[in-house]
C-alpha cells in the first residue's frame, strides 16, 4: 500500500443510489416524450411501437451507461469509463493530473471543478466522478499526481 491513502485498485463511481434516481427520471421524461406519440391518432400501431422501442433503448442505453461510467485505477494505469467510450492509459503515458474549473458549472447540480489526467502530448482526459461533488478535489489530485510519480519511479 502506499503511504498517500490511495490503494490500488481503486475506483471513482457514482453512488447507486444517484444511479436509481436517474433511471427514474430518464423513464419520466421518455413517458413524457411518447405520450403524444401515443395519443396521435395519425401513426400507425408498428410506428408507435418502434418509436417506444427506439426512446426506451436509448433511455436504457443512458442508464446503463451512467452506471457504469467511473474512473478506476489499476497497477498497469488508469481506465476511463464514459457512458459509451472506455479509455486506458498507462502510467507512463499520463504527465500529471490537474483540477480545472467546469464550463457547465452554471447547471443546477453541477460541479464546479473537475479533474483531468493530461497526457505527454498535453490532450486531456476527464475523470469522471473525481470532481467536488464526489470528492475532495484538491486531496484527491494531489493523492492522484503522489501515485503517479510513485508508478512512474517503478517502471524507470
Known amino acids: 500500500m502506499s503511504d498517500i491513502g490511495l490503494r490500488v485498485p481503486h ?14 427520471t430518464i423513464l419520466l421524461l421518455s413517458f413524457g416524450a411518447l405520450l403524444p406519440i401515443w395519443k396521435d391518432k395519425e401513426f400507425a400501431p408498428s410506428t408507435k411501437a418502434i418509436g417506444s422501442l427506439l426512446v426506451i433503448g436509448f433511455c436504457l442505453l443512458v442508464i ?19 457512458i459509451v467510450r472506455r479509455r486506458k492509459l498507462r502510467w507512463a503515458e ?8 467546469n464550463p457547465n458549472a452554471h447547471a443546477k447540480g453541477a460541479p464546479k471543478f ?3 489526467a493530461f497526457r505527454a502530448d498535453g490532450r486531456k482526459i476527464h475523470l469522471p466522478y473525481v470532481d467536488d461533488k464526489h470528492v475532495l478535489v484538491d486531496r484527491e489530485v494531489e493523492r492522484l499526481n503522489a501515485l503517479l510519480a510513485e508508478r512512474r519511479g517503478d517502471t524507470d
Do not use: M, P, Q
Open 114 to 116: 473537475l479533474t483531468y
Open 94 to 101: 499520463i504527465a500529471r493530473f490537474a483540477k480545472a474549473a
Open 64 to 82: 446503463v451507461g451512467a452506471a457504469r461510467a467511473g474512473t478506476l485505477l489499476t497497477a498497469e494505469g488508469i481506465t476511463v469509463r464514459g
Open 11 to 24: 475506483e471513482y463511481r457514482v453512488a447507486s443510489n444517484r444511479v436509481g434516481g436517474l433511471a427514474f
